[in-house]
């Protein structure tokens, strides 16, 4: 037999370089996913977004939405487009599906909600561009978005953590999220002309551990 004659040794089988370094971004990739959920579920403490305790940021942010609201048009009889106002208190939760409690901490927001009987949604379009112009007055960078038809929704951030959402078909909510959880007792009245049994005041929504 001549060398040419001899079988040919059959080499390794190689995987392409692509295979290889996709699967190990793949490997790396659930690595890190794993380690972010389980730091998510057992060890994430809430993240405090403002500066002052919840009784005080229930204040503050209807300190603002006074100023936002203040120059937006009223009917004849005093009533602008909104028709309730809602002071509301959630418990602040972390981790996989929410299902971690923190006590001591809860997020609180101060909401004016358009009534549902009101069709003129044109008037309420052109409201969501003078809270906007009032936004950029306070140094604000509003963004504004078209949702369909008459819908338009106007969004900021505050540096304190107050954040700002206005929608042409619902309302005004200014919110924080978590802070420390305050003990004083707060009130002040509405900005616009609201019926008493429209003001809600101190709503909770409590999450069990």
């Given at each position: 037999?001549?060398?040419?004659?001899?079988?040919?040794?059959?080499?390794?089988?190689?995987?392409?370089?692509?295979?290889?370094?996709?699967?190990?971004?793949?490997?790396?990739?659930?690595?890190?996913?794993?380690?972010?959920?389980?730091?998510?579920?057992?060890?994430?403490?809430?993240?405090?977004?403002?500066?002052?305790?919840?009784?005080?940021?229930?204040?503050?942010?209807?300190?603002?939405?006074?100023?936002?609201?203040?120059?937006?048009?009223?009917?004849?009889?005093?009533?602008?487009?909104?028709?309730?106002?809602?002071?509301?208190?959630?418990?602040?939760?972390?981790?996989?599906?929410?299902?971690?409690?923190?006590?001591?901490?809860?997020?609180?927001?101060?909401?004016?909600?358009?009534?549902?009987?009101?069709?003129?949604?044109?008037?309420?379009?052109?409201?969501?561009?003078?809270?906007?112009?009032?936004?950029?007055?306070?140094?604000?960078?509003?963004?504004?978005?078209?949702?369909?038809?008459?819908?338009?929704?106007?969004?900021?951030?505050?540096?304190?953590?107050?954040?700002?959402?206005?929608?042409?078909?619902?309302?005004?909510?200014?919110?924080?999220?978590?802070?420390?959880?305050?003990?004083?007792?707060?009130?002040?009245?509405?900005?616009?002309?609201?019926?008493?049994?429209?003001?809600?005041q101190d709503l909770e929504w409590p999450r069990s551990e």
């Amino acid at each position: 037999m001549t060398d040419q004659d001899a079988p040919l040794a059959q080499r390794p089988a190689r995987w392409p370089v692509y295979v290889v370094v996709s699967v190990l971004v793949l490997v790396s990739g659930c690595c890190g996913a794993y380690r972010w959920f389980i730091y998510d579920i057992e060890e994430r403490p809430p993240m405090l977004t403002a500066e002052y305790e919840s009784d005080k940021a229930l204040l503050v942010a209807e300190d603002l939405a006074g100023r936002l609201i203040s120059d937006l048009p009223v009917d004849d009889n005093g009533f602008s487009a909104f028709d309730s106002r809602s002071w509301a208190t959630e418990t602040c939760t972390s981790g996989w599906d929410g299902h971690l409690v923190w006590n001591g901490f809860v997020s609180v927001s101060v909401s004016y909600d358009h009534d549902i009987n009101d069709d003129d949604l044109a008037r309420r379009v052109e409201d969501a561009q003078i809270i906007a112009d009032e936004l950029e007055s306070l140094g604000l960078e509003p963004t504004q978005e078209q949702h369909g038809q008459g819908v338009v929704s106007v969004r900021a951030d505050r540096d304190d953590g107050l954040s700002i959402l206005y929608t042409s078909d619902g309302g005004l909510r200014i919110a924080t999220d978590c802070v420390v959880q305050g003990s004083e007792a707060v009130y002040t009245p509405p900005h616009v002309r609201i019926s008493p049994a429209d003001d809600h005041q101190d709503l909770e929504w409590p999450r069990s551990e």
